[in-house]
């Protein structure tokens, strides 16, 4: 009964705020978001210089992370839980905002930033792909416009599309049509996008009904605004969040050099020296790439950044690259960081437990950190979890479970930090359990 009354308490208590207006300048100088002027004269927030927290700031979790103990089989993890369900919750780098706050907000929007800051996200991540003007914005993938914003409902931009939108036909079952590139469009035009839930009807016959589908777990009720933002908005927004940055340099699809002359490296610089003219250190910045060229010229270009440049691997296990040696030669060429999906460093034992897998045993073994993506990312559990939980399916049987993967990643796999689509059950455990993130 406690429990219910605190997270009614915690329910009623939650006000994410959001942002009404677009920034007035493009560049994000001098840029502070709407509302938050006014959080930071009522609160802890404005006790924050360059993402590291001082005093005692609390954060607001809401419901959810009290719902999925509850939901726990009964244990120790669970009493463990439980027993620190009323104390003050800060926040945690350990908890990554995964593009915002994604499971409930528009990915990669200002909105959704925002909501992952006040859960707790500590580290907060921004995509980066470039437009046709080579300006850095914030998008997952560089061909995802299509799916995450309203860009096929605006003619014009619709019209430069790499594949403007095509209806679907019922008569011979062709789905609809479309793919939007960052970089079929400019900086000016991308700003007047909304930004969407991940999602799209593939049976729409109009582009007003192409933007829907999204997937009944999670919810479009935040998607009347979705602030698009450059990556130097995103820089701006985290500095006055209180946030550190975790970007991600995506791989193009377009051919690079793209138009002859911007090349890989180019893309690669550009995003570090983002950084470097917003004054961040390079200490609060772990950029990241799924290119180990990108991590390694960054490690020998930019050896500041490069120190905590993160490898991130998802390709499937095999001998050539989950031995040892493997591990060991990552980190005699200056990659201190390897981000695998949470499903490469987990397996069962023989008891049907949820314990370390020989890759992650191997990757601690060479001295390497590690980072789990992504938690909240799939849907309910209750079914094994899809994708992300392969390796550990046969012990997952409730959305509860998130908090055991959780555990073992932080108390066996030894990871630095999590991904999470809702940083707020990432937070509530880093606090209950009292997890030190290494950094």
């Not at 016959?205 to 933007?211: A, C, D, G, K, S």
């Not at 930019?302 to 440049?309: C, E, I, N, S």
């Given at each position: 009964m ?6 009614g308490i915690?329910?009623?208590?939650i006000s994410?705020?959001?942002a009404h207006?677009?920034?007035?300048n493009q560049d994000?100088q001098?840029?502070l978001?709407?509302g ?5 004269e009522?609160?802890?927030w404005?006790?924050h210089?360059?993402?590291?927290f001082?005093g ?8 959810r992370?009290f ?7 009964e244990?120790?993890l669970?009493?463990r839980?439980?027993s620190?369900s009323?104390?003050?919750f800060?926040?945690?780098?350990f ?8 499971l409930?907000f528009?990915e990669?929007t200002?909105e ?6 006040k859960?707790?996200?500590g580290?907060?991540?921004c995509?980066?792909a470039f437009t046709?003007?080579r300006e850095l914005v914030?998008?997952?993938a ?6 995450t ?10 019209a430069?599309?790499?594949q ?5 036909d019922p008569?011979s079952?062709a789905?609809?049509?479309?793919e939007?590139?960052?970089s079929?469009?400019?900086l000016?035009e991308f700003?007047t996008?909304?930004?969407k839930?991940?999602?799209?009807n593939s049976e729409?016959?109009?582009?007003e009904e192409y933007?829907g589908?999204?997937a009944?777990?999670?919810t479009?009720?935040?998607?009347a605004?979705g602030?698009?933002?450059s990556?130097?908005e995103s ?12 970007p991600?340099?995506?791989?193009p699809v377009?051919d ?9 490296q180019?893309?690669?610089r550009?995003m570090?020296?983002d950084?470097?003219?917003?004054g ?5 910045v772990?950029p990241?790439s799924f290119?180990l060229?990108?991590?390694l010229?960054?490690?020998?270009e930019t050896?500041r ?7 991130l691997?998802?390709?499937?296990i ?6 040892l040696?493997v591990?060991e030669?990552l980190?005699a ?10 499903w490469?460093?987990l397996?069962?034992?023989?008891h049907?437990?949820i314990?370390?897998s ?5 990757a ?7 980072i ?5 990312r ?9 994708w992300?939980?392969?390796t550990?399916?046969d ?9 055991n993967?959780i555990?073992?990643?932080a108390r ?9 689509d ?12 009292n997890?030190?993130s290494?950094?």
């Amino acid at each position: 009964m406690k429990l219910l009354t605190l997270a009614g308490i915690v329910l009623c208590s939650i006000s994410i705020a959001v942002a009404h207006a677009g920034p007035k300048n493009q560049d994000g100088q001098n840029w502070l978001p709407p509302g938050l002027a006014e959080w930071k004269e009522s609160s802890d927030w404005g006790k924050h210089h360059h993402g590291k927290f001082k005093g005692q700031e609390s954060v607001q979790l809401g419901p959810r992370p009290f719902w999925l103990v509850q939901d726990m089989d009964e244990g120790p993890l669970k009493e463990r839980l439980q027993s620190c369900s009323a104390r003050s919750f800060k926040p945690s780098d350990f908890s990554i905002g995964h593009r915002g706050a994604p499971l409930q907000f528009p990915e990669h929007t200002r909105e959704s930033y925002i909501a992952a800051a006040k859960m707790g996200a500590g580290i907060v991540e921004c995509d980066v792909a470039f437009t046709k003007d080579r300006e850095l914005v914030c998008r997952h993938a560089q061909n995802d416009l299509h799916t995450t914003t309203n860009i096929v409902t605006i003619p014009e931009l619709n019209a430069k599309c790499t594949q403007p939108f095509v209806p679907a036909d019922p008569a011979s079952g062709a789905p609809a049509q479309a793919e939007c590139r960052t970089s079929d469009i400019t900086l000016a035009e991308f700003k007047t996008l909304k930004g969407k839930m991940d999602a799209y009807n593939s049976e729409a016959t109009t582009p007003e009904e192409y933007l829907g589908g999204t997937a009944d777990w999670r919810t479009d009720l935040y998607t009347a605004r979705g602030t698009l933002v450059s990556h130097r908005e995103s820089i701006e927004l985290f500095k006055a969040l209180g946030v550190k940055f975790t970007p991600e340099l995506k791989f193009p699809v377009v051919d690079m050099p793209f138009e002859g002359d911007y090349s890989q490296q180019d893309y690669a610089r550009q995003m570090i020296q983002d950084y470097i003219d917003a004054g961040v250190p390079p200490r609060d910045v772990w950029p990241q790439s799924f290119n180990l060229g990108d991590v390694l010229y960054w490690v020998n270009e930019t050896p500041r950044f490069g120190k905590q440049a993160v490898f991130l691997d998802q390709e499937p296990i095999t001998p050539d690259n989950t031995s040892l040696a493997v591990m060991e030669n990552l980190k005699a060429r200056g990659v201190n960081i390897l981000a695998p999906a949470i499903w490469k460093m987990l397996t069962l034992d023989g008891h049907g437990e949820i314990v370390p897998s020989e890759y992650a045993e191997n990757a601690r073994a060479a001295g390497l950190d590690m980072i789990a993506w992504t938690v909240e990312r799939s849907g309910p559990l209750a079914t094994g979890g899809g994708w992300y939980y392969q390796t550990v399916t046969d012990a997952i049987n409730n959305d509860g479970d998130v908090f055991n993967v959780i555990d073992v990643l932080a108390r066996d796999v030894g990871v630095i930090g999590i991904f999470s689509d809702w940083p707020a059950t990432t937070t509530y455990y880093a606090n209950c359990m009292n997890v030190n993130s290494g950094r």
